[in-house]
């Protein structure tokens, strides 16, 4: 649940089950232990978290045995409130203590009691803790933690603390170990990635780590998510473009193109900073793709504000953009402002605004009618695939595409790459069918034996495992992550 951090934090879960011993639920089966990484960020998650606790009273009820854990932000923002509202949850633990989970369920299990352990501070960099990776093409790494702004609509900074960053050695040694076990692209993770580095006081950090990312053997595509317009520096602008792993793609939150609302925000840039970024990014990269996310109906927005971030939006040409209408988030202090906007006039710019930006997107990828694009091939991206006979995948700018495979074609692997001529588009995708039918163009890769490699090993171990590094006295326990 929520943003490309907590779903990071989910990996690292279910590596900590896993190297505990816990063993994943296979799908259709009933879980011994189900954990939900909550997201604080997410319109309505209370409501979300406690619905799906209803539900699991329930199953629990007739299922002995089985534990629940709560954890994540809201799980940090809520503590003990979750076991009041919820006695039947096991363990609630935090943003900070995400290690500790293993040993909480077995202790509620040993005392009988729900366990609660909200830390602070990060008691260890939650990247040393083991991770089972969704993909075996694509990893995330955290390169920092934590957020020193304080934008009042936003509820990280008090549920993830301050920045810190990791060591870069640390960061390129986890990089290096992904690649090692077959991936061939890594998006470098943070709530502010170009701030990387003001722990250890070097603010070209950033820059610095992309160069030497773009050095490391076999890795193919480098991604980098968020950076804030008021961090963004040139060394860096110059770091994607001279290095060539470094994807042509940029996602900078906008968030308002109102200079008022900016400052409400505490948003420390301005749209015309912002623009500027996006043309000295287009400068250097000329096929850069650029997305974005923005919020509608900010509390004091007007209806000029509303049209400064339309003005924003079509200048700045974005590929995509996350649109979200803003809600009172309990705890932030947007909250507490006044001139919160009705719903009615939020639903309404909203709708004005995505169709400006589905307008600009499909524009944007009607231009890529025609052109050849190298498509990393994805596992399950798609839903409609089987039906259509298309595969799906991500191009270097990072737009989605869906692609045929002409009869008697080779089939890709996820990992592989396929080289696509795009025949049509959508704002949200490109499609690329074969006119004449001619096999597809694939590049097989290391990311696409290490898919084969993890299929025969998933295969090879059937459904009930024999044996398997047990620890906590607990064979046979299925976990089952929601997150
Ligand atoms: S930069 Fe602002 S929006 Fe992003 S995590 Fe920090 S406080 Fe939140």
Redesign the pocket.
């Known amino acids: 649940m929520g943003c490309q951090m907590n779903v990071h934090d989910s990996e690292r879960l279910s590596g900590s089950l896993e190297a505990a011993g816990y063993i994943p639920a296979l799908a259709g089966s009933e879980a011994d232990v189900v954990v939900l990484n909550t997201c604080a960020v997410r319109e309505n998650a209370g409501n979300k978290l406690y619905g799906t606790l209803g539900h699991l009273a329930s199953v629990k009820r007739d299922r002995d045995g089985m534990q629940i854990a709560v954890g994540g932000c809201l799980a940090q923002k809520d503590k003990h409130d979750i076991v009041s509202k919820a006695p039947w949850v096991d363990v609630v633990f935090g943003t900070h203590n995400m290690g500790s989970l293993p040993a909480l369920l077995e202790r509620a299990r040993h005392n009988d009691e729900a366990q609660v352990e909200i830390l602070e501070a990060l008691d260890v960099f939650p990247s040393t803790l083991p991770t089972k990776r969704e993909s075996t093409y694509s990893g995330w790494v955290s390169i920092s933690v934590g ?1 020193n ?3 009042t609509f ?1 509820i ?2 008090s549920l993830r603390g301050k920045e810190m960053d990791r060591r870069p050695g640390d960061v390129l040694g986890e990089i290096q170990a992904l690649v090692d076990d077959g991936a061939i692209e890594v998006t470098l993770l943070g ?2 990635v170009n701030t990387y580095g003001v722990e250890f006081g070097d603010k070209f950090a950033f820059g610095k780590l992309l160069r030497a990312a773009g050095e490391i053997d076999g890795l193919e595509r480098i991604r980098f998510t968020s950076p ?1 317009p008021a961090a963004f520096t040139d060394d860096v602008i110059d770091a994607m473009a001279e290095t060539p792993a470094v994807m042509p793609s940029l996602h900078m939150p906008l968030q308002s193109g109102s200079d008022a609302i900016l400052k409400a925000m505490r948003r420390s840039y301005r749209s015309e900073k912002f623009l500027g970024i996006l043309d000295r990014v287009r400068a250097k990269i000329p096929n850069a793709a650029i997305t974005t996310d923005i919020i509608v109906g900010f509390p004091g927005e007007t209806e000029a504000d509303f049209q400064e971030t339309l003005r924003v939006v079509r200048l700045a040409r974005f590929s995509a953009a996350f649109t979200f209408q803003y809600s009172i988030r309990p705890g932030t202090p947007a909250a507490g402002m006044p001139d919160q906007i009705p719903k009615a006039v939020v639903q309404e710019r909203y709708e004005r605004l995505v169709a400006l930006q589905n307008q600009i997107a499909l524009e944007e990828n009607e231009a890529q009618i025609g052109r050849d694009v190298n498509v990393l091939v994805a596992a399950g991206e798609g839903r409609k695939d089987a039906a259509s006979l298309r595969m799906t995948g991500r191009t270097e700018d990072f737009r989605l595409a869906h692609f045929e495979i002409p009869a008697g074609s080779d089939v890709p692997r996820p990992g592989d790459v396929v080289t696509v001529t795009v025949t049509a588009a959508a704002p949200y995708h490109l499609l690329a069918d074969s006119g004449d039918g001619s096999p597809l163009r694939i590049r097989r890769t290391r990311s696409g034996d290490a898919w084969d490699r993890a299929e025969a090993e998933s295969c090879a171990v059937g459904d009930e495992p024999a044996t398997g590094n047990v620890s906590l006295g607990l064979p046979g326990i299925r976990t089952s992550l929601l997150g």
Do not use: G, K, R
């Open positions: 957020c702004n304080t934008c936003c990280v900074p709530q502010n804030h």
